[in-house]
């Protein structure tokens, strides 16, 4: 039978015997998860910043009227011309409206499903903004502004003012960045809008939108719904956008598919509208756990040699607790007791160097006009990284300590006190 508690003692008496190269086997691995923890925590950080920057500012399932040529046109349903060859030039396309037709009662049907969490109404128009001898081409959103920020935490691009000033000022408009910075306009000044019918609207700027993507602030400012409904001369049931958040985005494909049938409108959803960024997502992350993974191989590897060393600088007490009555089987367990002390001292104070310079780095000020919402570098504190850091040193340094031990237990201690 076993004798932990002398096992454990010899283990203990020879990592306190040989201080330095305990210390040194325990730095490598503190030193390998440390920075596998600090590398993972701060990529994935900013991976998840500027995922953010997209996916918080896009409805998962965006719902619209798209006009396009009709497909069958009057030549090719014309029985004469049915095996004969013709082509057709210059399609315009057909008569119709941007808006959503019935858009109340479908807004109505989403709001009751239990998969929607939300569903807003937006009305766009193509305007020019008017200051002075300044003209610039842009958009107009029409918007429900609580509801937008309830769904997509639009408060947090308002840089200047707040949704309920919009909410409470009928003829408030945020205005995007980019535009109040060419027309050298702030929050309580008046600019004009016109539409492309030629009507004139002096609209009060009562905050700045800044969504930190340069061709969007450039262009697009909000209203309220009814305040664009006004300016179109619509009715307050003239919709042209619906957008949608789910629940669970993974819903999102299947869903749109279903409304684009259901309701006759165009549905994109996140995923279609954001495919390349879905692509450069993907690749940042596969560099990011490549980069991790091959940090903690070449820690597991600095870990191994040490070992590896440590244990052959004890070939002489191997060969003495041999001699004395200790089998091999009592020796490897000796040096594999060795290897995982190391390794949960290690792996705990890597963790905690991680843990430090994740908060350090969280802390440093990063100030960009650009995102005027992200004051320090981004960092994620998931619990799952520590999780993976702590497991993989004790498993790096069982694999490191079992190797040369697995060797040590079949040594022949006679060779070794003769030398040979």
Known sequence: MINWKVILNIAKTHL??????????SLGVTFGIGAYITMVSFMTGLNNMLDSLILNQTPHI???????????????????????????????PKQGQNKIHNALPILNYLKKKDKVKGATPQVRAQ????????????????????????????????????????????????LGSGLASKMSLSVGDRV???????????????????????DIDNIQSFCNLKTVQQILGEAQNYVTDINIKLNAIEDAPAMAQILEKQFDVTATD?????????TGTNIRNLITYAVSITLLIVAGFGIYNILNMLIYEKMKDIAILKATGFSGRDVQFIFMSQAMIIGIIGGILGLILGFVLSVLIDRVPFETEALPTITTYPVNFNVVYYIIGIVFALVSTFIAGWLPSNKARRIDPVKIIRGT
Do not use: W
Request: hydrophobic share 40%; proline share 3%.
């Open 16 to 25: 306190l015997t040989k201080m330095k190269s305990t210390a040194t086997a």
């Open 270 to 278: 996140i995923n279609e509208a954001n495919a390349q960024f879905e």
């Open 62 to 92: 965006h719902l619209y009227n798209e006009i396009e040529p009709t497909v069958n046109q009057p030549v090719s349903l014309f029985e004469g011309f049915e095996n004969s060859v013709y082509m057709i030039s210059s399609i315009k």
């Open 127 to 174: 305007i020019f903004y008017l200051s002075g001898a300044i003209e610039l081409g842009g958009t107009l959103v029409g918007v429900d502004i609580m509801e937008e920020t309830r769904l997509s935490n639009m408060r947090d691009y308002i840089v200047d003012g707040t949704p309920e000033a919009l909410k409470s000022t009928d003829n408030g408009i945020l």
């Open 192 to 214: 004009q809008i016109s539409t492309v019918k030629g009507g004139i609207f002096p609209l009060k700027i009562v905050g700045i939108y800044q969504s930190g993507i340069a």
